[in-house]
Each structure stands twice: as C-alpha cells, then as structure tokens.
C-alpha cells in the first residue's frame, strides 16, 4: 500500500475532527471504550481515497452456512474513518456484521497496547445486538476479539444467540496502513421462531484478508474505469435487448412485465449512449406501440423511455483532475411522440387510488386491483411520479392537484420519530466537508482566484438538528417506527423533491404544505445521511440492491446532494459497482440489474435547462400564462429568441452546477432584455431564488428586485408588499378597481413611491379616467428624469383631453418648466369640477361597454335588470343630459354598447334612429361630432 504525506493528508484529518461533533455516522451505534487520539491513524487513507480487499474463505475450516457478500471484496472509504470510526452502514445478517467488526477493529487501535469497545446494534436482522470487544495492538500487527450476544428481535426472523469474531491484521507503510490479515468466526443462532423445535445452529468460518488496491475516487484514472464499465455493461445490454425482442416478438402472447423491460433496457442505453436511431431501439420502440397498457411500471417506464430518445447525452472532459460525468441537453420531443405521452399520461392519472397520488400495480379499475381505499406500493407510486415529472418535463400539463397529493402523502406516511441527527448536506457540484477548495473545479471563479482555504463545514448546507426519518414500502398508513429502508426512503425523498419543484414552478408551493413538505425532505436526507451505505439496500442486505442505487441517483439529484454528510454518493456507489462488475459487462448476470446500474452510473437525471422559443412556440415548453394586467414574462434576447423569464429563473433551483452557471447567465441576459415596465412581473420567481440554496442565485435575485422596485437594498418581505401593491394597481384597469384610485393617488402624493410604481400608478389612472387623480400628475411634471415628465405629460393629456392652452414641454429650462407648471395647475383647479364630471361619464361609457348587450327577455316577459354598477352607470349618463352625447355617440363603434348607447341617446335627445350610422350623421350635422 502506498503511503501519502503532507498537508493534504492533515487537513483531511484536522476536518475529520472537526467534524466528527456533527456527524453521526452508521446506524450501529458503537463507541470504542479507548479509540486513542486521532493524530495517530491506523488507516493509510487521504480524504477522496478508499481501499479495497478481499475476504478468501478457508473452506476446510468452514461449519455451518455463511456466505460474504459481492463474492467477499469490502470496500473502506476514507469518509467512513471520522469520529468513533464506525463503518457508516446497517448491519443486516451475520456475514455483514463480520465485515464491519473486521474493517472497525483498526480505529480502535489507534494507539499501541491494549483497546476495548462496546458494542450496541439496534437494528439487524437478528434484532438488537449488545457486546464487547478489545485486542491489542504493536508494530506491525493488531488483535482483536468480540463477543456478541443477541437481545431477542423479530419471531419471524432467525435469531442470534452469540457470536465471537477473531481478527489478526498486518500493518505495513511507514504511516501504518492494513496490509492484509485473517479472520474467525464462531456464531450459534437460535431456531427462525420464537419456541420452534430444533437444535441450534452452529457455525464457523475462518479465511484471509487481501488487499486488493487503494482509489482516489477524483482521480482523472477512476473517472476512465467507470466509462470502460459503462461501455461494458451498455455491450452487454444491447445484446440482451435483441435477444429479448425476438423472443417476446414470437410469443403469442407478451411476457408479463414486458413493456417494462423494454422500456428500462431501452432507457438504460439511451442514457449511456446508444444513439437514438439505433437499430435496436427502433424495432424496442417498434415492439412497445403495438402492446397493451397494463400495469404501472411497464407505463411508467414507457414515458422515461420515449422522453430518453430524445436527449443528448454530452461527454465532459475532467477538470483540474477531478472526475466528470455525462451531461444531458433535452430536445422537442416529435408530435407523435407527446401525444403517446400525453395517452400514457391520462393512464397514469386514471390508475391512481383516488385522492391519493399511489399507484398499485394494476389501474384501480383492473379486476386484480385490490378494493381497498388506498392500495399500493411505494415502489410502484415512485415510478409512476418520476414518469409523470418526465412528461411535466416534456411539455405536459399535470394537474396542480396530483402534486399536493404527492407532497400531502409523503409527509403522511413518513416513520413518526427518529433518531435526532446534525443535519448537513453538500449541494450538487461541491467538494464535501474537508476537502481542497482551491482543487475543487466546481467553486466559483472567485474563490478559486483568491486561493483561500475555508475551514471545513464551509461548503456545506447546514440545517440544524432533524429527525432521521425514512419511508417503508406500504402506502396505506405512516410508517410504523423503525420499518423504513434505503430504496423506500429514497423514493420519499426524490417524490417530495419533485413535488416541491412541480409546485413552486406553478406557484402553488406556499403554507402549511410548504412548511410540512420541507420538513419531511429534511427529515428523508437525515435518513439518507444516518444510514446510506453503497454496499447494500439499508435495511434490506442485497435485495433489491441496484433499484436502491437507481433511488439514491434520483433522491440526490434531484434533491440537489451531492453528498449525505460526508458521503459522496454517486462517488462510493460508482466504486463499489465498478469492482463488482462481472467480465461480462453485467451486474449480477441480470439485464434488469445492469440497466439500473448504468442508470446509476450515469447520473441519468436531466437537471433543469432554459429551452428558447421558437418565433410563435411556446417559451420553455410549457403553456405561455399572463400575469398582473395581462402582462406575460416573455422576452427576446438578442442571438437567443423568446425566453420566459419566470421560468428560467425556476431553472436557477438546481444541485447541477454547469447547468446553474448556463443558466444564470441566460436569465441575467433575459431580464436586462425586459422593458422596465414589465420587469415586476418577475418578482415572485426572485423571492424564490432568493432563498436558493446557491450564493450566486440568492445574489443575482437581490440585485435584480431593487431594479425592478427602484428600491436600494429592499429585503423579501419589502418587496412582496411592493408587488402586492403593483399588482393592485395594473390589475385595477381590467377590473375597474375604481375604489383603488384615492389608494392610488395617495401613493404618489406621498413622495416615498419608486419611479416603476408611480409610472404603473399615472398609467393606470389614465386607464380607469380617474381624471380626480390629474393633481398628482401635474405634481411628475417638475421630476428631474425627462423620460419620466415626457411620460407623465402624455398621461396627463391624454386624461385631461388636451393641454389647457399651457405651453408645456418637458425639455424646457427648469424656470420655465416650474412656471407652466404653475399655471397647469391653476387650469386644473379651476376646470376640476368640469373635467372629473367627463371622466366620470367616460367610466360610466366603459361600464356599459363591458356589460354588452342587454339578454332579451322571453315573449310576455319584462326585461332582465341590471347589474347595479351597470344600473348606476346608465342613471348617470342620463342625468348628465346633452354632455353625454358625444361620448354615447363614440360608443356607438363597438358592437358591444350599440344597443344601449342607441336607447340612451333615444331618452337624452328624443331622436329615433333604426341605425347606428344615422345617429352619427346627425351628429355631424348638428356641427359637434368630429
């Protein structure tokens, strides 16, 4: 084994201290009585590396049944050495406990002499364990003996009675690191029951420990190994998929599950880089339209797949030595192919227990649908989400609704309690706790042109104290304590993450389901950050074992981690399926096995990316809305197209950190690009990523809501007011707010209203004909931004039906300018009475236009009534007489108040006239119409 020396080492050490008050690592609870001080390491380990070994059984010293998992080879990652040093994973049989007594015995012998731990598992499969252990440690050597009782457990499990694990290790390098050494074990277990008949069962087991070779898992070498296993394991599946297309296309009937297969297959090759024009996923997706939709997985997985042919998969090169991974660009799906995902969509939604976003195998409809209010599964419920979030993706409307079920579910059934855990998480893109900051590609240019070193914790999301709580496979109830498992509990965790996003991009994600959503995703990556382990599915040994990493891909991507605690997932889980690979390029010898795996590998989740607009498409493929005063976010950015810019800003809540970089960039380009009138709309989105998880969004977001308040350092609460207000007074035109207009024009009379809310304000009086506000405008006159009095001079005009004979303009010297603006004033308060009158026989006119015409009334019926506004609208414009002539005659052009205009000008004039057209000759003719 190699030894290392330096800083590097030490500052991994020095972090690991630090760290450890933090961090609770495992789920076995042990405490080493006397560990030693932890500036004498046993493990020749650096921050990023991990060592590899192998168990070699002694077959002729073997009793009994104990088979080692993945063939024998243990992995031991250096994030697993920190604090008490206890390997950071459950103990699920008896191999396993094996395993982790033999990889622990080193850090309890940090110093030489004699050592001792206690022991306490709470949770195995052979219920809770209690023991004690200690050896003795020289040179060149370590000793170590166990002795573990079992505490009773589960009747239904087989049950350990005792055990006692031997452990001889060699230490080699002059920084002592484990060379290799041997084992024993001499276990007893008790009958599978509780009072069943039987001896008990003794077993022995003895062997050596090799190792094989250390990695650094950010060495440029590891990121080759896992594209040779990926290239590997897509050969192997690509064969596999052939030779199961022919068999099932002879079938006379499909196998069951068969679209599903094809369909993960498929989506696995996809994913790893089989072009989507390959013969084999033509005649897949040619054998997938001609077979029935029958169960969840198989639909689901159908969507995935149709969505994965049209993604390109973009190789990036390694940065300053760091391992990289594949990036995905996502392209318009073909008319053809939305609309089958639309169908498969409708499935989904369909087959779902009613007011429950779960799903069981079957549509609830299905015979073999079990009738029960909420039957299901969490496996089946997770696929059916993450099918429904690729559509969401694509294009496709999915009801508000079904995410509020999702976020409303998952909190439900969610165990009650768990064990209190310091909760941090490193966010996709960083370097975990303890690592260079300065060699970490991924910081920003700023820190890394600084060239500080930031103590550790520093690049991490720290939230507090949470409570590590996991999810199950059921669905009817939560979870009853201690029941939930790795694959479950990611599942939890990637379907609230997805939820939490569906419904902040529909605005949706506010309150109570807000509050209790973010709480249980807290509480999930407290799980996940307690008990992740990439060796097997927590809580589950190796069943189910590659679906479990497929469910930690997911959980951290999309929830946005790239590390629970120390643990970098993708890092340790790449490691251990690279050395468990078979020479064949499968996983276990099982297509389904080697397409999770390459899911895996490939970090096959599409993180968000702003998608321009065709000239007359839809922005970001998704419905093009209005906000406030109908105004929609849609911008044209030079050398890009139409963009919308509330949505690009939603791409921004992403743990991808190339995609937050691309992105960031196009909605800073976007919103410079928004007229200044318009830019308020974006200000929801902006108190979104102002609580983002990333400085450099949380730093745009407060720049770009004081330009679009005009208000200098306005905080989140600041700037909700402020829209709320905004939103009153550009939406008053279309309501005909006119209650709001003495708000309005208090607002402006204050003098403490930015320049936008003014300009929204005077525009909007103009709009209403609150002529009562032209006081305040006359007051924008003597501004000193000419846009801004050019602005208001042309609202006042336009409010006031000219200019009052004043020579007015608003470039002329500021003695002039205050002069006629005196006099304008003075126009003003003289003709007050005469000019609101106008104004307000002009909204008496627009009421009825917006009434239209009256409904008849049956034969021998009298009349409908009136609205009472529109009621009171007609009597006013009757009381004034021969002033409302004019503007009924005016209103007689639109269809809308023809009918109503002609009957009142019938009542003011006593004229009568079949047509329009005669009413404004008349008008002419009587030398007062235009």
């Not at 020396?5 to 042990?30: D, F, K, P, Q, Y």
């Not at 639909?299 to 990289?324: D, K």
């Amino acid at each position: 084994m190699t030894t290392h020396h330096g800083s590097r080492g030490a500052r991994w050490r020095v972090a690991a201290a630090v760290l450890s008050a933090l961090l609770i690592v495992g789920s076995a609870g042990l405490e080493p009585a006397d560990a030693g001080p932890p500036d004498e390491p046993v493990w020749d380990l650096q921050k990023d590396e991990a060592a590899v070994f192998r168990l070699v059984p002694d077959a002729a010293a073997a009793q009994g049944s104990l088979s080692l998992p993945h063939g024998g080879e243990y992995i031991v990652y250096a994030t697993e050495l920190v604090g008490t040093g206890t390997v950071g994973h459950p103990v699920g049989s008896l191999a396993e406990l094996l395993e982790a007594h033999i990889f622990r015995t080193p850090i309890y012998a940090r110093r030489k002499g004699k050592f001792s731990a206690g022991i306490d598992i709470p949770r195995t499969d052979y219920g809770r364990l209690k023991g004690s252990g200690g050896g003795k440690r020289t040179d060149d050597s370590i000793r170590a003996r166990y002795e573990i009782k079992g505490i009773g457990g589960d009747a239904t499990l087989a049950r350990l009675d005792s055990a006692v694990i031997d452990v001889e290790l060699e230490l080699r390098g002059e920084v002592p690191g484990v060379a290799g050494g041997a084992y024993r074990i001499e276990a007893v277990t008790l009958p599978p029951a509780a009072g069943a008949s039987g001896a008990p069962t003794r077993i022995v087991a003895a062997g050596t420990i090799e190792l094989v070779r250390t990695v650094s898992l950010r060495d440029p070498s590891f990121s080759d190994e896992v594209r040779e296993a990926i290239a590997k394991g897509r050969k192997f599946l690509e064969g596999r998929l052939n030779r199961r297309l022919e068999a099932d296309e002879k079938a006379s009937l499909p196998p069951k599950h068969s679209m599903g297969n094809v369909c993960l297959e498929t989506f696995a090759l996809l994913r790893s880089g089989v072009k989507p024009n390959a013969d084999v996923i033509k005649r897949a997706f040619a054998y997938l339209e001609g077979l029935p939709l029958e169960l969840t997985y198989d639909v689901a997985l159908y969507i995935m797949a149709i969505e994965a042919r049209r993604v390109t998969r973009e190789e990036a090169a390694p940065e300053n030595g760091y391992a990289t991974v594949a990036r995905y660009k996502k392209n318009d799906l073909l008319p053809k192919e939305l609309d089958r995902i639309r169908e498969l969509v409708q499935w989904l939604l369909a087959a779902r227990n009613v007011g429950h976003a779960t799903w069981h195998y079957r549509n609830r409809e299905h015979p073999e649908h079990p009738k029960t209010a909420n039957a299901g599964d969490h496996s089946n419920t997770q696929f059916a989400i993450l099918a429904l979030h690729a559509a969401e993706r694509s294009g496709v409307e999915i009801p508000v609704e079904l995410w509020r079920e999702v976020a409303q579910h998952f909190t439900n059934t969610q165990e009650p309690n768990g064990p209190e855990v310091e909760l941090f998480v490193t966010p996709l893109g960083r370097t975990p706790p303890g690592a260079d900051p300065a060699a970490d590609p991924n910081q920003t240019r700023e820190r890394r042109r600084r060239g500080t070193e930031a103590p550790a914790g520093l690049h991490t999301d720290e939230r507090g104290k949470h409570r590590a709580r996991g999810w199950g496979y059921g669905v009817g109830s939560a979870a009853s304590p201690d029941s939930g498992y790795g694959s479950m509990s990611c599942a939890g965790i990637s379907s609230l993450a997805i939820a939490k996003e569906s419904l902040q991009r529909l605005d949706a994600y506010k309150g109570a389901i807000a509050a209790r959503t973010d709480k249980a995703l807290d509480d999930g990556l407290a799980w996940a950050q307690l008990h992740f382990t990439p060796r097997t599915n927590s809580y589950k040994g190796l069943g189910w074992f590659f679906y479990y990493l497929y469910s930690v891909e997911k959980a951290g991507e999309i929830a946005g981690v790239e590390s629970f605690g120390l643990r970098p997932w993708w890092a340790e889980g790449a490691l251990h399926l690279v050395e468990t690979q078979e020479g064949s390029g499968a996983w276990a010898n099982s297509p389904r096995f080697t397409s999770f795996a390459l899911l895996f590998l490939n970090r096959a989740t599409i993180p968000p990316k702003i998608l321009v607009e065709k000239p007359g498409a839809v922005a970001t493929g998704e419905k093009r809305g209005t906000g406030p005063g109908g105004l929609d976010d849609i911008v044209h950015v030079e050398g890009l197209g139409l963009v919308s810019l509330g949505q690009a800003i939603g791409t921004l809540d992403t743990g991808d950190p190339r995609a937050r970089r691309e992105n960031l960039a196009v909605v800073k380009k976007s919103f410079e690009s928004m007229d200044a009138r318009r830019r308020p709309i974006a200000i929801p989105a902006l108190l979104k990523a102002l609580k983002a998880r990333d400085p450099s969004v949380r730093k745009f977001a407060r720049w770009a809501l004081e330009e679009a308040t005009d208000v200098k350092k306005i905080d989140g609460a600041g700037a909700q007011n402020w829209y709320e207000l905004w939103r009153q007074v550009v939406n008053a035109p279309e309501k005909g707010s006119y209650d709001k207009v003495p708000l309005f024009r208090g607002t402006v009379r204050g003098g403490d209203a930015s320049m936008p809310m003014r300009r929204a304000i005077i525009e909007t009086l103009m709009q209403l004909r609150a002529v009562e506000g032209c006081g305040e405008i006359i007051g924008e006159l003597n501004d000193r931004d000419l846009e801004h009095r050019k602005f208001a001079w042309s609202m006042l005009r336009a409010l006031m039906g000219g200019d009052g004979g004043v020579a007015y303009e608003p470039g002329m010297a500021t003695r002039d300018r205050k002069a006629a603006v005196e006099q304008l004033r003075a126009y003003w308060e003289k003709n007050r009475a005469d000019l609101i009158l106008r104004g307000q026989l002009e909204r008496a006119v627009a009421v009825i236009t917006k009434a239209g015409p009256r409904a008849e009334a049956p034969l021998g019926q009298p009349p409908p009534k009136d609205e009472p506004h529109v009621a009171e609208a007609t009597k006013k414009l009757l009381a004034a007489g021969d002033r409302s002539i004019g503007l009924l005659v005016d209103a007689l052009l639109d269809e809308r108040s023809v009918d109503r205009a002609m009957e009142l000008l019938e009542e003011i004039t006593g004229e009568f006239f079949d047509e329009a057209s005669e009413w404004r000759t008349w008008w002419r003719a009587k030398g007062a119409g235009s």
